[in-house]
């Protein structure tokens, strides 16, 4: 089906980025609601025309780990509106407040971690697409304790749009450091990407947030704090679980998830593994999760987290 703007109706503001604005939405023919994410272009009309086009390879992106895309559509005033699966239990980085100790279950970890490779190993080996934009935000989950992957790099006319728009749009704090370089770099850049997600999530706390006292502190506000984390990010050694105690519960990180996670933040990407180097390591972190060892434990975990959210938007009426 064609979607247009006038059967479109606006539930609720889900929050908005450097690109855009999402909200939750019904698209009344169908009855179905669906997240909309609208986002300004100042750019010509026929560069429009192209990100649409180069967005429809979206329509053949279907993997239980990728969300699903409706369509998208030019809207008057140069923006793009972008139709796509809604999951009701939000992105991971408003998730993460609403978890006991504010800190992400081992399982839950395990799950994740399986589903974010699952994810970039289909996009990459079916679509060559690489996602390159790995951070909270952008991976989502659904109230059953699915972990979907969204706003991803398909449209090379889009991402440029948007850089030309803010020098700062497309630099973020998860950025691997061969691309923070300028260097070529592949899709093993989303490994360091995410290996830096489940340490924050594994932690409950940013990465970069000089907590620990083993950083020199200084502000990360504003464009100054941010080259200077990013030379960091180049410059040092990669932040670690091995051998810090988890403030919370007095004891030291699971062995095997610091591992993996070291695997993922080696700064050297000829050295760093790919989706599907990680996915066949069957032994190690990801143990028992192609099996449903944690499905129940993952499952009643995001009914929880579903509550907490509701909870939280009935408080907020
Ligand atoms: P960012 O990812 O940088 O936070 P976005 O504009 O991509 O900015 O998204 C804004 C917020 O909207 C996200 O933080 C997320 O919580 C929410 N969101 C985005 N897409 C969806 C979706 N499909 N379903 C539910 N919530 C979403
Ligand atoms: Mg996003």
């Known amino acids: 089906f064609q979607l247009n703007n006038a059967d479109l109706v606006t539930l609720k503001n889900l929050g908005s980025g450097n690109s855009g604005t999402v909200s939750k939405i019904l698209h ?26 180069e967005l429809r390879i979206l329509h053949e992106c279907q993997s239980p780990y ?53 994810g970039l190993s289909y996009l990459y ?15 989502l989950m659904t109230h059953k304790g699915e ?18 728009a803010d020098t700062f749009v497309g630099t973020s704090t998860y950025m691997s450091p061969e691309r923070i370089q300028g260097l070529n770099y592949g899709v093993k850049s989303d490994i360091w990407s995410m290996g830096l997600m489940l340490l924050e999530l594994a932690k409950g706390v940013p990465v970069w ?36 105690i988890n403030p919370v519960t007095k004891e030291p990180y699971d062995a095997l998830l610091c591992s993996f996670i070291d695997s993922c933040l080696i700064k050297d990407d000829n050295m760093r593994k790919s989706p599907w180097d990680l996915l066949e390591d069957t032994d190690g972190f990801l143990k028992g999760v192609v099996a449903g060892e944690y499905e129940k434990d993952v499952k009643s975990w995001a009914k929880g987290i579903r509550k907490l959210h509701k909870d939280k938007s009935e408080g907020e009426k």
């Open 147 to 164: 972990f979907k992957l969204c706003d991803f790099g398909v449209s090379r006319e889009l991402t440029n749009s948007l850089a030309m």
């Open 66 to 118: 990728i969300i699903e895309f409706y369509g998208a559509f030019l809207n008057t005033n140069n923006t793009i509106v972008i139709c796509m699966e809604y999951c009701n239990c939000g992105s991971l980085d408003k998730i993460l407040p609403l978890c006991q100790n504010k800190q992400f279950p081992l399982p839950v970890l395990k799950k994740l971690a399986y589903a974010i490779l699952s």
């Open 209 to 244: 947030s000089d907590d620990d006292g083993d950083n020199s502190s200084s502000d990360h506000g504003g464009p100054e704090g941010i080259l200077d984390l990013l030379q960091r990010i180049v410059n040092e050694t990669p932040p670690t679980l091995i051998g810090k």
């Open 125 to 139: 080996t079916t679509h060559k697409i690489i996602h390159r934009d790995i951070k909270p935000s952008n991976v």
């Open 28 to 53: 009344v023919p169908t009855q179905k609601i669906m997240a909309k994410k609208i986002i300004h272009i100042d750019s010509k009309t026929v560069i429009q025309t192209q990100i649409i086009r």
